[in-house]
T-cell receptor
Framework: QKEVEQNSGPLSVPEGAIASLNCTYSDRVSQSFFWYRQYSGKSPELIMSIYSNGDKEDGRFTAQLNKASQYVSLLIRDSQPSDSATYLCAVPFSYGNNRLAFGKGNQVVVIP | AAGVIQSPRHLIKEKRETATLKCYPIPRHDTVYWYQQGPGQDPQFLISFYEKMQSDKGSIPDRFSAQQFSDYHSELNMSSLELGDSALYFC??????????????FGPGTRLLVL
């Protein structure tokens, strides 16, 4: 079992709609969680970090964390064509000196 | 704000050659991580350094070695290159004392192509 799972396939959303991305993780003691955005051929860009249960909002992005369910999600409100990218969920290994384990990523396509 | 710098950005090598990738972390960051990302894959952790000492080792081939220097920059040395080494190589940096929960910031990457 991969440490971080992102199972959804490519997500197409109309411009202005909400894109919802989900991620589950296997390490129960994980304390920090990250969402990175990656455009094709470019490097991962941090868009959100979350450490406590509940919601964290930053502009059009909202991260939601539920440690009991080992689940973290990302909502993109008012989706724009520039949001079209792959979104990577990343969780540091609790035993690995902070190395990041990534999910496979969710490709988001925002349709104008 | 200053970001992570990587050089070169693109590199083409022949099989069995060697390559050296360089990473300059964000100023005052004390930890450097190296990741490899193959086509269509998620980044895979290779190795990390904290205060110039190796802090963690992942799926890094024995043909690869790395170190962090006194100015905190890091170099990834890759020898006997194979076709399968063709990938994007990212360096990330973080600060254990910066109050950001050791958030990692990624450099632009080096695209290595082995022919």
């Amino acid at each position: 079992q991969k440490e971080v799972e992102q199972n959804s396939g490519p997500l197409s959303v109309p411009e202005g709609a909400i894109a919802s991305l989900n991620c589950t993780y296997s390490d129960r003691v994980s304390q920090s969680f990250f969402w990175y955005r990656q455009y094709s051929g470019k490097s991962p860009e941090l868009i959100m970090s979350i450490y406590s249960n509940g919601d964290k909002e930053d502009g059009r992005f909202t991260a939601q964390l539920n440690k009991a369910s080992q689940y973290v999600s990302l909502l993109i409100r008012d989706s724009q064509p520039s949001d079209s990218a792959t979104y990577l969920c990343a969780v540091p290994f609790s035993y690995g000196n902070n190395r990041l384990a990534f999910g496979k990523g969710n490709q988001v396509v925002v349709i104008p | 704000a200053a970001g992570v710098i990587q050089s070169p950005r693109h590199l083409i090598k022949e099989k069995r050659e060697t390559a050296t990738l360089k990473c300059y972390p964000i100023p005052r960051h004390d930890t450097v991580y190296w990741y490899q990302q193959g086509p269509g894959q998620d980044p895979q952790f290779l190795i990390s350094f904290y205060e110039k000492m190796q802090s963690d080792k992942g799926s890094i081939p024995d043909r690869f070695s790395a170190q962090q220097f006194s100015d905190y920059h890091s170099e990834l040395n890759m020898s006997s290159l194979e076709l399968g080494d063709s990938a994007l190589y990212f360096c990330a940096s973080s600060s254990r004392t910066g109050g950001e929960g050791e958030t990692q910031y990624f450099g632009p990457g080096t695209r290595l192509l082995v022919l």
